[in-house]
């Protein structure tokens, strides 16, 4: 059997020494994630990781999202007037022409807490939204345009510097966030010649085209977070199922699992049984690798995770010789 990945996002609760030794005998893949770090963070990211870790760095990029900017996390309210422009009162969005496309009418869904704002009124320099479901606002959260599509670069200017960065430290992992087409892989495959590249499905859109975007590259993500965006959670199951039964055509694709494999133990130093059962389903379905993003990344217990993940992986390899 083929060697099961454990890829771990690192952050303030894993950046640190005792982990990235850890990490040596433990973990497969370390990952760098664009959407919180800034260029300056890469930089000394990388030179610590590299001095305390022999486990190669992946970078993973902001790729084509919206991502809300604010100085303060708060509650907004139902009803709510709030407003969208560069003042530092108010909410704002990245990347910055983002907001030469949105309309009036338009929906906006921020981040996971179920908040929904409505843009009501535009101008050159503002736009005025109404806050239409409740939820808290936090810096950098992703932002999902509910009622239609607009087209957004598939890298933005950060990535492609932390790009450049990566290529002079000799990074040889790169993953491409939002991957949406086959064009996009093109253009990633051409910009990062012999590295090797990971493409997150996390749209409708790449579930619609799978089959094809298949075809063009060799490793696959499926970032269930995201994605929950822009499918319903009740069919994500299903959906990652088609996905694994797409990529059952070829022998040498891979296909990791990210989001949720074990959110209990951001605050627990044990899992709960619906997450080993989710576990063990997505390595039956054929996973190459599981991911683990705010669990090691912001966790209280990311050793612990990781621990948790190499017994469910043993326990599923166990399984499959006896049968």
Do not use: W
Request: proline share 2%.
């Amino acid at each position: 059997m083929a060697k099961i990945k454990i890829i771990c996002t690192l952050g303030p609760k894993s950046l640190n020494k005792k982990f990235l030794h850890f990490s040596n005998k433990n973990i497969d893949l370390l990952r760098l994630n664009m959407s919180h770090l800034s260029i300056n963070q890469l930089k000394k990211s990388i030179t610590f990781v590299k001095k305390n870790s022999n486990v190669p760095i992946c970078i993973d990029t902001e790729g084509a999202q919206i991502r809300v900017q604010v100085k303060k996390e708060s509650y907004l309210k139902s009803g709510q007037k709030i407003k969208i422009s560069n003042k530092k009162k108010d909410i704002n969005l990245y990347p910055e022409y983002v907001k030469d496309k949105l309309k009036i009418g338009d929906i906006l869904n921020i981040g996971f807490n179920n908040l929904y704002i409505k843009i009501i009124k535009k101008n050159l320099s503002e736009i005025l939204c109404k806050v239409i479901s409740s939820g808290k606002v936090e810096n950098n959260k992703g932002v999902h345009l509910e009622n239609r599509k607009i087209k957004l670069n598939y890298l933005t200017n950060k990535d492609f510097k932390a790009i450049e960065i990566g290529k002079k430290f000799n990074i040889k992992y790169f993953a491409l966030s939002f991957t949406n087409s086959t064009s996009d892989i093109v253009k990633f495959n051409n910009l990062l010649k012999e590295k090797k590249k990971i493409f997150k499905i996390e749209t409708q859109n790449a579930i619609k085209h799978f089959d094809k975007i298949l075809k063009k590259g060799e490793s696959f993500l499926i970032d269930r977070g995201d994605l929950s965006k822009d499918v319903k959670i009740e069919n994500i199951p299903l959906v990652q199922r088609k996905l694994f039964k797409l990529k059952s055509k070829y022998k040498n694709k891979k296909i990791f699992v990210a989001t949720n494999l074990l959110e209990s133990m951001l605050e627990n130093n044990y899992p709960n049984r619906g997450e080993a059962n989710d576990i063990f389903n997505s390595l039956e379905m054929g996973a190459s690798g599981l991911v683990l993003a705010a669990e090691t990344a912001i966790g209280k217990y990311p050793q612990d995770t990781v621990k948790f993940l190499k017994r469910m992986i043993k326990t599923f390899k166990r399984s499959k010789y006896k049968t």
